[in-house]
C-alpha cells in the first residue's frame, strides 16, 4: 500500500490575466520517482515553485503528510517548507561559486544541525564536535557522488557537470522527504546524462526518498520514473506509466512526437 507524501488540489496561478498554472491535481506517493514533462511554457517551473514555496498560489491547496498528519503549506515560505523536508535544484546553477564545494554543503545544512548559540558564541569543545560531526557527514555525501577529492576546490572551477551534482548533493544535505530535481541535465553531454541517469536511480534508492523530476531529455525520464505527468498549457493533459505515456496520442501530438511510439 502506497503512502501519499505530498497532494495538490486545484492547484493554481495567475500573472495578470494570464494563468500559467490551472487546476492542477497531483499526488506524489513516499519514494516514488515521478517525471514531470511538458512543452516549453507549459508551465512545469511555475507549478514547481508553487510546490516548493517560491510562489504563492492565486487558488487551491498544497499539502504535506507524514503519517496520518496533514499540513496546508500555500503559505508557508521555502524556507520553512525546507524544514519540512522539501529540497530542490534550479534551470540555472545556484551555487555559492566563490565558496568551495564542502562549504557549499555545509551551508545546506545550517537550518538543521544548528549548534545552540550560546555554545557557538563562545566555542564551547560541544561547538567543535558538532562542527566536526557536519564536515563528516557533508564528506560523506560527497564521497557517495564521488566528489570528496575536491571537496576544497572553488565551486567555480568545477567542470559543469559536477556542478550540477554538486547542487545535488546541497540539496540532500538538507535531509528532505521529497526532492525536486529542475532539469538537472540541462546542458549535459550524452555521457555526462547518462552517469547523471544512474545517479537518480542510486538516490532514490539509496537516501529513500520521493523525487519529482523536470526534464526534457525523454530517454532520462522514460528510464527512471514510475509515473509521469504530462502538462500543457498549464493544465495536466495525462498521467500513467512511461509506457502508458509515450503511447497516449495526446501526448505524442503535443509533446513526444512520432518517433517516441
Known amino acids: ?55 504563492q498560489p492565486t487558488h487551491g491547496t498544497v499539502s504535506l503528510f507524514n503519517g496520518e498528519k496533514l499540513a496546508q503549506v500555500n503559505h508557508v515560505s521555502a524556507y520553512k517548507r525546507a524544514q519540512l523536508g522539501i529540497a530542490r535544484t534550479f534551470q540555472n546553477i545556484r551555487l555559492f561559486k566563490t565558496r568551495t564545494v564542502i562549504e557549499n554543503v555545509l551551508i545546506a545544512m545550517t537550518n538543521q544541525t544548528a549548534a545552540k548559540t550560546i555554545h557557538a558564541i563562545f566555542r564551547t569543545p560541544s561547538f567543535y564536535q558538532h562542527e566536526a560531526k557536519k564536515r563528516q557527514h557533508a564528506m560523506a555525501l560527497l564521497d557517495i557522488f564521488n566528489m570528496a577529492h575536491v571537496a576544497d576546490e572553488l565551486a567555480s572551477n568545477l567542470p559543469y557537470g559536477q556542478q550540477r551534482r554538486l547542487e545535488i548533493v546541497r540539496a540532500l544535505a538538507t535531509n528532505p522527504k521529497i526532492l525536486f530535481l529542475d532539469e538537472p541535465a540541462a546542458g549535459m553531454n550524452p555521457q555526462e546524462t547518462a552517469a547523471l541517469t544512474a545517479l537518480i536511480k542510486q538516490i532514490q534508492q539509496q537516501f529513500q526518498l520521493t523525487i519529482i523530476l523536470i526534464e526534457h531529455d525523454m530517454n532520462l525520464v522514460m528510464t527512471v520514473s514510475q509515473r509521469v505527468y504530462v502538462l500543457e498549457y498549464g493544465k495536466i493533459l495525462a498521467t500513467g506509466t512511461p509506457t502508458e505515456i509515450q503511447q497516449n496520442p495526446a501526448v505524442i501530438k503535443a509533446y513526444l512526437g512520432d518517433d517516441m511510439l
Request: charged fraction near 15%.
Open 1 to 55: 500500500m502506497t503512502t501519499t507524501i505530498l497532494k495538490t488540489q486545484d492547484l493554481s496561478i495567475k500573472f495578470g490575466g494570464v494563468t500559467a498554472v490551472d487546476c492542477v491535481n497531483i499526488e506524489a506517493h513516499d519514494n516514488e520517482l515521478i517525471g514531470l514533462i511538458g512543452p516549453n511554457g507549459a508551465g512545469k517551473t511555475t507549478l514547481f515553485n508553487l510546490l516548493t514555496g517560491v510562489y
